[in-house]
């Protein structure tokens, strides 16, 4: 079992930055892939970013890329997201996810631990 829990999320306006963070529990956080998602409202929840067991592999969503950046501190039992040059439409809650996979995924149905999410504000 894996307990997740996001912080970092708030106001920010566009062109700014945000580093979301996800605190895992257990023992195990090295043995999951693991993987941001968000939820703008009246939309579906899409993939933003993941990286494998050991961070030696990462992938995005193309409109994240080149300003977001997932990493994560095994030692720690953390997982983050460095936002750069924010927009508008990057509002959402954001949601890290937990999979029993060396390399992760881009499908939300691939993970079987969720975070309560965090709230992400850009104004324009």
């Known amino acids: 079992q894996v307990q997740l829990v996001e912080s970092g999320g708030g106001l920010v306006q566009a062109g700014g930055s945000l580093r979301l963070s996800c605190a895992a529990s257990g023992r195990t956080f090295s043995r999951y892939a693991m993987g941001w998602f968000r939820q703008a409202p009246g939309k579906e929840r899409e993939f933003v970013a993941g990286i494998s067991w050991v961070g030696g592999s990462t992938y995005y969503t193309d409109s994240v890329k080149g300003r977001f950046t997932i990493s994560r501190d095994n030692a720690k039992n953390t997982l983050y997201l460095q936002m750069n040059s924010l927009l508008p439409e990057d509002t959402a809650v954001y949601y890290c996810?937990?999979?029993?996979?060396?390399?992760?995924?881009?499908?939300?149905?691939?993970?079987?631990?969720w975070g309560q999410g965090t709230q992400v504000t850009v104004s324009s």
């Open positions: 996810a937990a999979a029993r996979s060396s390399s992760g995924s881009s499908l939300d149905y691939e993970y079987d631990y």
